[in-house]
T-cell receptor, first 115, second 109 residues
Framework: DAMVIQNPRYQVTQFGKPVTLSCSQTLNHNVMYWYQQKSSQAPKLLFHYYDKDFNNEADTPDNFQSRRPNTSFCFLDIRSPGLGDAAMYLC??????????????FGQGTRLTVV | GQNIDQPTEMTATEGAIVQINCTYQTSGFNGLFWYQQHAGEAPTFLSYNVLDGLEEKGRFSSFLSRSKGYSYLLLKELQMKDSASYLCAVMDSNYQLIWGAGTKLIIKP
């Protein structure tokens, strides 16, 4: 059974039109992450939540926002998508942070296309 | 700066053995992870090393040398389903994961 679920798997949005990607988890993990991954590149961490504590990476554009209304759900909002935002967006969870051997569990990703 | 280096692409034959290398320079070290990622799919966890030496898990083994900033993933008895990208990631002193760009492994019959 899937433990980290992302919807939709594929999303097409218009240039400049706000879009929201969703992630849910059944693992009851404290930490949820959003990564952006472009073709043949390393995943790039956008931000993460430790419980309700939001942590933004310094180089994450303001165009990207996130919400975590409860333990199970986390959303990625792209306020005005540009062509450069087309990528795979990966949601991941981990039981904790700040500890070694904290394995991350990934969802299947949402591939975003901007037209 | 922090850096993870892996070969971009490797090719191997079904049934053979392949070694994928990873070198790293990071601010501190709290372990090294290997993930497998099939095209268009999410990464899945393969292994974790924090002490020097070889960790074996079935057909896959992972080796770490902290003094050399070096790891490798060894895949034995290659199967076609092993065709994927293999990502090396290091957990730094802030417990943040620093990711490599991945090595695309192509398996030929």
């Amino acid at each position: 059974d899937a433990m980290v679920i992302q919807n939709p798997r594929y999303q097409v949005t218009q240039f400049g039109k706000p879009v929201t990607l969703s992630c849910s988890q059944t693992l009851n993990h404290n930490v949820m992450y959003w990564y952006q991954q472009k073709s043949s590149q390393a995943p790039k961490l956008l931000f993460h939540y430790y419980d309700k504590d939001f942590n933004n990476e310094a180089d994450t554009p303001d165009n990207f926002q996130s919400r975590r209304p409860n333990t199970s759900f986390c959303f990625l909002d792209i306020r005005s998508p540009g062509l450069g935002d087309a990528a795979m967006y990966l949601c991941a969870t981990s039981r904790d942070r700040g500890r070694p051997n904290t394995e991350a569990f990934f969802g299947q990703g949402t591939r975003l296309t901007v037209v | 700066g922090q850096n993870i280096d892996q070969p971009t692409e490797m090719t191997a034959t079904e049934g053979a053995i392949v070694q994928i290398n990873c070198t790293y320079q990071t601010s501190g070290f709290n372990g090294l992870f290997w993930y497998q990622q099939h095209a268009g799919e999410a990464p899945t966890f393969l292994s974790y090393n924090v002490l020097d030496g070889l960790e074996e898990k079935g057909r896959f083994s992972s080796f770490l040398s902290r003094s050399k900033g070096y790891s490798y993933l060894l895949l034995k008895e290659l199967q076609m389903k092993d065709s994927a990208s293999y990502l090396c990631a290091v957990m730094d002193s802030n417990y943040q994961l620093i990711w490599g760009a991945g090595t695309k492994l192509i398996i030929k019959p």
